[in-house]
């Protein structure tokens, strides 16, 4: 079992970066393809960005392709979410996820753990 607690949100102005941090208890994080998920009011839960267990493969929703990346350090039990060029449409809270395979996958039903989410909102 894994407990993730999100950090690194907040408000800012359309344009600007963010880095979102997701912590992982336990000593087997390596183990698990890690994704971030975000959802805004009155939407679906929907996919942002996925990593693979050692790193070397991630994936990026096409909205956020070219904006976003995410990476991970294993040794800090940690992964990131790094935004650039912030949008309004940007504006969701975050989750980060963890899942139980060594394949990648947009799909939130196949991620196992969840936190408790990070609010991020984008002004114009």
């Known amino acids: 079992q894994v407990q993730l607690v999100e950090s690194g949100g907040g408000l800012v102005t359309a344009g600007d970066s963010q880095k979102l941090s997701c912590a992982a208890s336990g000593r087997t994080f390596s183990s698990y393809v890690m994704g971030w998920f975000r959802q805004a009011p009155g939407k679906e839960r929907e996919f942002v960005a996925t990593?693979?267990?050692?790193?070397?493969?991630?994936n990026y929703a096409d909205s956020v392709k070219g904006r976003f990346t995410i990476s991970r350090d294993n040794a800090k039990n940690t992964v990131y979410l790094q935004m650039n060029n912030l949008k309004p449409e940007d504006t969701a809270v975050y989750y980060c996820?963890?899942?139980?395979?060594?394949?990648?996958?947009?799909?939130?039903?196949?991620?196992?753990?969840w936190g408790q989410g990070t609010q991020v909102t984008v002004s114009s």
């Open positions: 990593i693979s267990r050692r790193g070397g493969s991630t």
């Open positions: 996820a963890a899942r139980i395979s060594p394949v990648t996958s947009s799909n939130k039903d196949e991620y196992t753990y």
